[in-house]
């Protein structure tokens, strides 16, 4: 079983900045993806960006420029830096982490909330 603890959200005014870490413990031989998504009230959890081994990354449209996605494979941690902040980011931000042997494990969600 693989446990990731998500840390470095909270209240931010719009301009603003924050840095999401999200650390993978357990049993964990290989970890494949990496990558964060959000979820606002009433509606689906969306991609935010990930990065797979190899360090290719991928990023929803409204994040490109703004967001920059990051890992530390030595402590299995994945980070999102976070700028140029909108209201419209706020959100439930949840860290995924797809590995090996064979998890699929998300973290507990941490709130984003950029005021205006």
């Known amino acids: 079983q693989v446990q990731l603890v998500e840390s470095g959200g909270g209240l931010v005014q719009a301009g603003g900045s924050l840095r999401l870490s999200c650390a993978a413990s357990?049993?964990?031989?290989?970890?494949?993806?990496m990558g964060w998504y959000r979820q606002t009230p009433g509606t689906q959890r969306e991609l935010v960006a990930t990065?797979?081994?190899?360090?290719?990354?991928n990023y929803a449209d409204s994040v490109k420029g703004r967001f920059t996605i990051s890992s530390d494979n030595a402590k299995n941690t994945v980070y999102l830096q976070m700028t140029s902040l909108k209201c419209d980011d706020t959100a439930v931000y949840y860290c995924?982490?797809?590995?090996?042997?064979?998890?699929?494990?998300w973290g507990q969600g941490i709130q984003v909330t950029v005021s205006s």
């Open positions: 995924n982490v797809v590995g090996r042997p064979s998890f699929d494990s």
């Open positions: 990065i797979i081994s190899g360090g290719y990354s």
């Open positions: 357990g049993k964990i031989f290989s970890i494949n993806r």
